[in-house]
């Protein structure tokens, strides 16, 4: 088993107004049976969708939509960027071994810290040793057993799991639902007098730091990346909401974030950031949600749930969105 103190990680103790958006008529022949799951290839032909994810991570998406049939239409929402300082980040790497406990919230976190972690073995600033699974904390030598000094892992959805397990790792805990109420419950009890380092983005709920610290753990929460607005994709995205043969009949949402960036896109004038953007008819649009915190801002944000996933991923987005739309907007024969 890779570990990351050698390895103390793993080691754990315990639109236009007037514009319609029908769905096309032979989507309604392409649903056989809704029971069934093999009733959904191709369902969503016809169907157009936009997908507002990061430009290097839409893939995913678009690709399971296209197996369906769909029309994918990809403007990034948001843009990952390094943060303008790695300071306190460094800092966090550099002493991981006195970290009881490391919280990962998404793929980004993982990447950016990996990434960090392979720019300063190269320097030598930081103990790295080499190893199949990129660069690796030392151990420590204090660490004489598990029980004594392992760090664990804390994982939110299996795709940030999937990360981490890529790169060498074990992940302990990974929540039943993929948000950050649900870390705090898995973790709760488990924290009191530990010390815990949260990886994340520059802009963030504090649920997990905020309810963490209530149970007694001294949590150090750093910056590995920030998301900003893409400012090419504003044009692209009224152009295509303004567009009768381009105009999507469904808006997918992955992230509290993608909806922010997505109404400030449009153009909002909103009051108190809130309100739903004015000037562009989104009338006849399905807004799809990956989950419940993303589903909040878009009440927030004055903009309807249409669709939202049982199962907070990207697997279970494309399920809803696939069985709502057979079960519900099937044009009447």
């Not at 804390?154 to 981490?164: H, W």
């Amino acid at each position: 088993m890779l570990r990351l103190s050698d390895a103390r990680i793993n080691a754990c103790p315990d639109t236009n107004s007037g514009l319609r958006n029908d769905l096309p008529d032979r989507f309604a022949r392409n649903f056989v049976n809704k029971n069934n799951n093999s009733s959904l290839d191709r369902l969503l032909t016809g169907v157009r969708l936009l997908v507002g994810r990061a430009r290097h991570q839409a893939g995913a998406l678009s690709a399971e939509l296209r197996k369906l049939g769909a029309d994918v239409i990809e403007i990034p929402f948001i843009e990952i960027r390094k943060p303008r300082s790695f300071r306190a980040l460094d800092s966090a790497l550099k002493n991981l071994s006195g970290y009881d406990w490391l919280i990962l919230t998404s793929v980004n976190g993982v990447e950016a810290m990996w990434e960090r972690m392979g720019m300063k073995s190269r320097s030598d600033t930081f103990p790295w040793k080499s190893g199949a699974s990129g660069p690796r904390p030392r151990a420590k030598k204090d660490s004489s057993s598990a029980a004594e000094g392992g760090i664990c892992i804390a994982a939110i959805g299996p795709a940030t799991k999937k990360a981490i397990e890529q790169r060498g790792l074990n992940v302990d805990v990974v929540p039943k639902e993929y948000v950050a109420e649900s870390v705090v419950r898995s973790l709760r009890g488990k924290v009191k007098g530990k010390r815990v380092l949260l990886v994340r983005a520059k802009v963030a709920r504090d649920v997990i730091p905020h309810e963490l610290r209530r149970a007694g753990a001294h949590v150090d929460v750093v910056e590995a990346y920030e998301t900003v607005v893409p400012e090419s994709s504003r044009r692209k995205l009224q152009a295509v909401l303004k567009n009768p043969k381009r105009r999507p009949h469904v808006v997918t949402f992955t992230s509290s974030s993608t909806v922010r960036n997505f109404v400030e896109l449009l153009g909002s004038d909103r009051t108190g950031g809130r309100g739903r953007p004015p000037h562009i008819d989104l009338e006849g649009i399905r807004m799809a949600s990956i989950g419940p915190v993303t589903s909040a801002t878009l009440r927030e944000f004055g903009l309807p749930v249409d669709i939202k996933a049982k199962e907070f991923t990207i697997p279970g987005l494309v399920k809803a969105i696939a069985r709502s739309l057979a079960e519900k907007q099937i044009p009447n024969a």
